[in-house]
């Protein structure tokens, strides 16, 4: 019902954690005998950058994911430093990471202060939630409250991985690798503003009626659940 790409941009998004929720997890990428240990992977598609436009963030000369590119991949600040990656290298697409004995093009080197700044529609980053960081955390609020039961709010307050604790790859390839759906955005456009709202509003409708999932909308520059 969203096939229409003059009208509608699906944007999936993924997580790989190398282990389950609550222990440490750790992804290995490597380069010229160069070890860096992230904690996650972020499985992104081209649609993206219609929607929270991560590409904002990258360093001159990198570029976001083109449609059908499936062995690429974008890295923090930290990685390209460790791993000896230059933002000219990225620009040349000259060097590539392994990651599971998978070689994967680095096109791209992303800003960790702007990155951090990218949000998705319910105000949150779109880099993974730290759940090893949010248990320890949980468990501090549970002994403070000596029994008192915490509201839903609180446990809704999520901690996200800083920017340089993971990279991004194409969904596809994250998939494939064994990882998670996490969210799925769908950008909505039309000739004219008043256009693009009903038809917002009318797609909203129709997903409350038959979906029991938290839905953030965003029209004329108001986000509401």
């Known amino acids: 019902e969203f096939a229409d790409r003059n ?5 999936p998004r993924a997580w790989y954690f190398s282990s389950k929720v609550g222990d440490q997890s750790f992804v290995d990428v490597s380069n010229e005998g160069a070890t860096y ?7 992104l598609s ?3 950058a219609l929607v929270s436009r991560p590409q904002q963030a990258l360093l ?9 590119e499936t062995l690429a991949a974008i890295i923090p600040e930290a990685m390209a430093e460790k791993l000896k990656i230059s933002t000219e290298d990225a620009a040349a697409g000259a060097k590539t990471i392994s990651v ?23 105000g949150e980053p779109i880099t993974p939630v730290d759940y090893l960081l949010m248990q ?3 468990q501090q609020q549970q002994q403070q409250q000596a029994g008192q039961k915490m509201s839903e709010d609180e446990l809704r307050e999520y901690i996200h991985l800083a920017p340089d604790s993971c990279f991004i790859v194409p969904y596809t390839f994250l ?8 969210s799925v955005a769908i950008a909505m456009r039309s000739k004219a503003a008043d256009e693009t709202r009903k038809l917002v509003q009318a ?23």
């Not at 001159?60 to 059908?68: H, I, L, Q, Y």
């Not at 998939?175 to 996490?182: M, N």
Request: avoid cysteine; proline fraction near 2%.
């Open 37 to 43: 240990s992230a904690t996650a992977m972020v499985g």
């Open 175 to 182: 998939i494939g690798q064994g990882g998670q759906l996490r």
């Open 100 to 122: 599971f004995g998978v070689q994967l093009r680095v096109i791209g080197i992303l800003s960790s202060s702007r990155f951090k700044k990218v949000e998705d529609l319910d």
């Open 60 to 68: 001159p000369g990198g570029r976001w994911f083109e449609e059908g």
């Open 46 to 48: 081209p649609e993206e």
């Open 203 to 225: 797609n909203l409708d129709e997903l409350m009626s038959r979906i029991e999932l938290n839905l953030y909308g965003g029209m004329g520059g108001t986000t509401f659940l």
């Open 136 to 138: 320890e955390q949980q």
């Open 7 to 11: 009208v509608y941009s699906v944007a």
